[in-house]
């Protein structure tokens, strides 16, 4: 695992934040959900497994314990790619991004807000289907896991936040 430094203590960015968000992907299923869901396939997976195993179909019994744990397998793998988020924070000197990765690994991108450009792509159904900041060559795209209605209202208050970094 890799260390992070907290934006605002690197070293020379003392300067007031003028924008901060973290973005994280939305799950729909929370805990309890998971635990309702997993109890619901195991048991009526149990309980057509039994019925098979008394017709005299013992294979079919162990075929449904494997289907729950394939399911457990891919609730569990979307749960740690979860863990991946975005740390975004604006002051007039500096525009940092931290992307963190589901493992926990780190990366900070910083920019000069005066020369970073913020470019939204658009669909006329959809909205944003994505965002990117770019100065002097060097693109990063942000917030690639956000839902549309997240997009919107980050690219608004992220536009508002740039525009009053370059004015000051």
């Known amino acids: 695992m890799s260390q992070t430094i907290d934006p ?6 003392n300067e007031e934040e003028i924008f901060r968000a973290l973005l994280v ?14 109890g619901a396939l195991g048991i009526s997976s149990f309980v057509t497994g039994i019925f098979f195993l ?14 729950v744990l394939l ?10 790619s979860a ?31 005066f020369w970073t450009r913020f470019l939204v792509s658009r669909h006329s159904e959809i909205g944003i289907t994505s965002m990117r900041v770019e100065s002097r060559g060097k693109a990063l795209p ?5 839902n549309p209605d997240d997009r919107e209202s980050f690219a608004s208050a992220f536009q508002r936040a740039l525009a009053t970094a370059k004015s000051r």
Do not use: C, T
């Not at 942000?142 to 956000?146: A, D, E, H, K, Y």
């Open 83 to 113: 863990r991946a988020h975005e740390e975004v924070s604006i002051s007039r000197i500096a525009l940092q991004v931290r992307q963190v990765a589901p493992s926990g690994r780190s990366k900070l991108h910083e920019f000069n807000p």
């Open 142 to 146: 942000i917030g690639s896991f956000l």
């Open 71 to 80: 399911v457990y397998i891919a609730f569990r793998l979307n749960y740690r």
């Open 25 to 38: 992907p939305h799950r729909s299923l929370g805990k309890m959900g998971f635990l309702v869901v997993m």
């Open 8 to 13: 605002i203590d690197a070293g020379a960015h």
């Open 54 to 67: 008394m017709l005299g179909a013992w294979p079919v019994f162990g075929f449904f314990g494997l289907d």
